[in-house]
């Protein structure tokens, strides 16, 4: 029996293959301990070998041992069973679900700490003690441990591919080479190991290059996006100010009118009440005479009339010798007039400057433009929806559909005179100015219609030829009809080939200055692409020849 002053711990009596506590322990000849069940079933796996070997130790023994119950270690494992001692908590050793577990723990697997290259087994921390301990166990190669040992397998052969197949670029075993990589370029896997990583290391410094390059891209940007908000930032609040000065004066122009038509109405007013107090005493003079004259006209003494009738029947002169002329109604309505004719000066002013305004900011570009898209989805998800300008149309021409449909008719249409009227060619202008990326699609029938990208500057009243959309450096247009696609721009004629469609869809990109027509059908087909330099904001237009012709804006889908 043990002494009570030793202290009986259930860690100091485990069995290293089943890691428990021992149970009917028994002892083999190299001095090792294990559980009755746990060794007998060591040896039985180990009989198709001819020999048996200890678990720990690896000692073998030609004739398997025979299991004795080890009574001393019995006693031992009961006596610390009738302690009462708690079971130890879980070894933290335990394997998780993520972890990869000890192939030679038998019961209670615990995790491998390393996993050896040569034995294809991953070991736990006690068993892999002998892997440092025997002197022909430490050059085996151990890593991290893995679940894939098996893929180090030949599934062929089942044996450990220790070779490299530069023919067929994977690796394989010893009987592979003399099998079905017979006269195929061969390494050792650990001479192609050593080519690679020094590929991976070339790799690498291409990586952490790449890397260097892009972070220097980074701060780049970085910088161009603070450059760009303090640029903004300065644009914004010096446009405020220039605005508000604005403001300013249009308030101060508005106070001085006000002030001078008050000044003036108290002006006129004080005439008009001056000349009327005059009159209205001359009145109050007139109706005292003609009181003394009605008296003097009933008095019965003939020659007290006769004495007093002359200085009684003198009047004074009339403060107006004439009737007052008063001007017709209109008093201060010409100024209303001036200031209304002033504001859609200004209104023109803001208008046409604002699209400058408008411009020059689109035109501000840090980067290059994505590429034009390259299918109908990708260009539809820059569809603009434009209509046609009433104002532009000449009198032939037909605005239906919320103005995005045009025709040509036989007879005038009831449109009002306009600077902006197209009044000899067939032609009229989109109301929207196109200055960003943006795409279109037009639904034509007729003989011929010209789809037109044009400024706004463009001629509107002569007879002259190049005046038409495509007859000058201002428009460029691409003529549909029954045959064919021509392209016209600044006298410049291009006979284009493409399938023949109803539809046809324009790309526009101002600030790349790409243009470019497509024939849409159940494919986009590329018609004509222009790459310029865009000055201005540009519009769309169309041109027309015969009667009948019409022309679609289509709200593409």
Known sequence: MPHKGVQLDRENFPCSICLDLLKDPVTIPCGHSYCMNCIKTHFDEEDWKGTHSC??????????PVLEKNVILAALVEELKKTGLQAAPADHCNTGPEDVACDVCTRRKRKAIKSCLFCLVSYCEKHLQHHYDSPSLKKHKLVAPSKKLQENICSRHDEVMKI????????????????????????????????????????????????????????LLQQEVEAINGSADKAVEDSEKMFTELIRLIQKRSSDVKQQVRSQQETEVSRVKELQEKLEQEIAELKRKDGQLEQLSHTEDHTLFLHNYPSLSALSESTHSSSINIRPLRYFEDVTAAVSKTRDKLQDILREEWTNISLTVTEVDVLLSPPEPKTRAGFLKYSHEITLDPNTAHKYLLLTKSNRKVKVMKEQQSFSDHPDRFTVWYQVLSRESLTERCYWEVEWRGVGVRVAVTYKNISRASWGKERLFGNNDKSWVLHCDTNSYTFFHNKVQTVLSGPQSSRVGVYLDHRAGILSFYSVSETMTLLHRVQTTFTQPLYAGFRFWLDGDTAELIKAK
């Open 55 to 64: 678990p720990q130790c690896r000692k073998t023994f030609i004739l398997r």
């Open 164 to 219: 490299f197949c530069r023919t067929d670029q994977q690796s394989i075993c010893y009987l592979c080479t003399v099998d079905e990589h017979k006269g195929h370029e061969t390494v050792p896997a650990a001479a192609e190991r050593t080519e690679k990583q020094k590929e991976l290391e070339v790799r690498r410094l291409n990586i952490q290059q790449r890397i260097q390059e892009r972070e220097k891209d980074v701060k």
